[in-house]
C-alpha cells in the first residue's frame, strides 16, 4: 500500500511541472479506432493557461463547474442534485466538477465503480492540494476530449475553427464547451440546435463568471 501512495503523489508532484504527454482515454480511444478499422488518429497540443482564451476558461467553468473558483475539489449540492435526478429515474446526470474530471482523465481508466470512484476522490484531494486551482485548470483545458481523435484547446481551436486557443472568442469557446458531455457526437460548429441552445446559455452564464482569478 505505501508503494501506492508513494507512486501517487510522485506522480502529482511531477505533473504539477511536468505536460501531461497523454492520458490513459486517448490510449483507449486508440485502441478502439484500431480494433473497428479505423486510422488511430489523436491530435494534441500542450499550451501553457496564457496561452488559452480566458473565454474557454470561463466556458468551461459556466458549462461544467459553476463554482470551480470556490470549491475544494467537490460540489457536494451538485452531486446531491444529481443523485436526487437519479435515483428519480429521471436522465443520468453527473456531479463531477473540473477537478474531479481532471483526476479521473490524467490518473485513471473509464468507467464506473466504487473503486474508481474512491480513487478519484483521493486524487482530487491530491491535485487540490498540490497544483492549486490555475494548474489544474491548465491540465484540464490540455487533456480532455473536444472531438473525434481531439484533445485539448489548442487541437480543439484548429479543428472546429481554424484558429488557436489564444484567439478564441466567446461564441467559439462557448460552441466547445456545449459539445463536453459528448464530444464524438455532438459538434461545435455547424451544430445542431440542441447544441446551439446549450451554446446560447453558456453565453448567458459567462457574463455572470466575471475575471477569472487563481
Same mark, same amino acid.
Given at each position: ?5 508513494? /507512486? =501517487? ?31 488511430? $488518429?489523436? +491530435?494534441?497540443?500542450?499550451?501553457? /493557461?496564457? +496561452?488559452? =482564451? ?22 457536494? =449540492? @451538485?452531486?446531491?442534485? *444529481? ?13 463531477? $466538477? ?20 474512491? /480513487?478519484? !476522490? ?30 485539448? !484547446?489548442?487541437? !480543439? ?11 478564441? $472568442?466567446?461564441?467559439? @469557446? *462557448?460552441?466547445?464547451? @456545449? ?36
Amino acid at each position: 500500500m505505501m508503494w501506492f501512495f508513494a /507512486l =501517487s503523489i510522485l506522480s502529482v508532484l511531477v505533473f504539477k511541472w511536468v505536460p501531461v504527454p497523454f492520458t490513459p482515454l486517448m490510449i483507449t480511444r486508440a485502441i478502439e479506432q484500431k480494433m473497428d478499422g479505423k486510422e488511430m $488518429t489523436c +491530435s494534441h497540443e500542450w499550451m501553457p /493557461l496564457e +496561452s488559452i =482564451s480566458p473565454n474557454l476558461q470561463k466556458a468551461v467553468i459556466a458549462s461544467e463547474d459553476g463554482t470551480f473558483l470556490k470549491h475544494y475539489g467537490f460540489d457536494f =449540492s @451538485a452531486m446531491y442534485k *444529481a443523485f436526487k435526478n437519479n435515483t428519480k429515474g429521471k436522465k443520468l446526470k453527473g456531479g463531477s $466538477t473540473i477537478s474531479q474530471q481532471t483526476a479521473k482523465n490524467i490518473f485513471l481508466w473509464q468507467g464506473r465503480s466504487y473503486v474508481r470512484k474512491i /480513487l478519484e !476522490a483521493y486524487f482530487t484531494a491530491l491535485i487540490e492540494i498540490i497544483w492549486g486551482k490555475e494548474r489544474i485548470m491548465e491540465v484540464y483545458l490540455n487533456s480532455i476530449e473536444m472531438g473525434e481523435g481531439v484533445y485539448g !484547446a489548442e487541437a !480543439a481551436a484548429q479543428y472546429w475553427y481554424h484558429t488557436d486557443a489564444a484567439h478564441l $472568442t466567446k461564441n467559439q @469557446a *462557448a460552441g466547445i464547451a @456545449a459539445i463536453l458531455p459528448n464530444p464524438r457526437k455532438y459538434k461545435a460548429s455547424n451544430s445542431s440546435s440542441y447544441i446551439e441552445r446549450r451554446k446560447g446559455k453558456i453565453l448567458r452564464i459567462m457574463k455572470h463568471v466575471g475575471n477569472i482569478e487563481y
